[in-house]
């Protein structure tokens, strides 16, 4: 089965804290491709990143870090000094094989970032 | 604006009426994907299209909803006969090829049935 498990639904956070947002995933598939997409306030999903299944190397991007284990088949993002501008739902999401578009998305996570 | 245009952003229907949904994907890409975000529910993919093909519809409800992307013009989700069960936020997305999971989202467009 493909899966995509966010166990976070909320959270909230006091600016500057740092914040990791879960995500474990299940797929049979070799080759897949693993995401997080931002949902701000106004609804439309913002793509922030891409990560395939033979590369297990974290990413920084900024305050935001990215962290892929297969081990533990889980992809979690890391904000650090968080704003309230990264108030939003998160979600991660899963393509298997070369499903390209055709996401499995998680539940998303609510962040709210309070000042 | 050059991003993925959707309208309506919100539309009210009556049970039994049809809901026709629109999509402009960003200029140069030719492929659309439309994704439903049903209350307490993520978002499920619905239909895959290229310019005049459906290439996969696996996540369409079997009746009462068909897509469409025509040479010429937005690409329409349509929804005949409305339930309550189908009030939810439509998401289109588009990719400039066939899209290795990059894509970008319109702001959707909320059905209310009522």
């Known amino acids: ?115 | 604006n050059a991003g993925v245009m959707q309208n309506p952003r919100h539309l009210v229907r009556r049970r039994g009426q049809e809901a026709r949904l629109r999509c402009s994907p960003m200029k140069g890409h030719s492929h659309v994907y439309w994704y439903r975000q049903l209350p307490e529910e993520g978002l499920k993919f619905m239909v895959y299209l290229q310019k005049e093909n459906i290439i996969d519809e696996s996540g369409m409800p079997k009746e009462r909803f068909s897509a469409e992307f025509p040479k010429e013009g937005p690409s329409i989700l349509r929804i005949q006969q409305v339930v309550r069960g189908d009030s939810a936020a439509y998401f289109c997305a588009s990719s400039p090829r066939q899209s290795t999971g990059e894509l970008f989202f319109g702001e959707g467009s909320r059905l209310t049935v009522l």
Do not use: H, M
């Open chain 1, 1 to 115: 089965a493909q899966k995509v498990t966010q166990a976070q639904t909320e959270i909230s956070v006091v600016e500057k804290e740092d914040v990791t947002l879960d995500c474990v995933y299940e797929t049979r598939d070799t080759t897949y491709y693993l995401f997080w997409y931002k949902q701000p306030p106004s609804g439309e999903l913002v793509f922030l990143i891409r990560r395939n299944s033979f590369d297990e190397q974290n990413e920084i991007s900024g305050r935001y870090s990215w962290n892929f284990q297969k081990s533990t088949s889980s992809f979690n993002f890391t904000i650090t000094a968080s704003q309230v501008v990264d108030s939003a739902v998160y979600f991660c999401a899963l393509s298997p094989g070369n499903q390209g578009g055709k996401l499995i998305f998680g539940q998303g996570t609510e962040l709210s970032v309070k000042p």
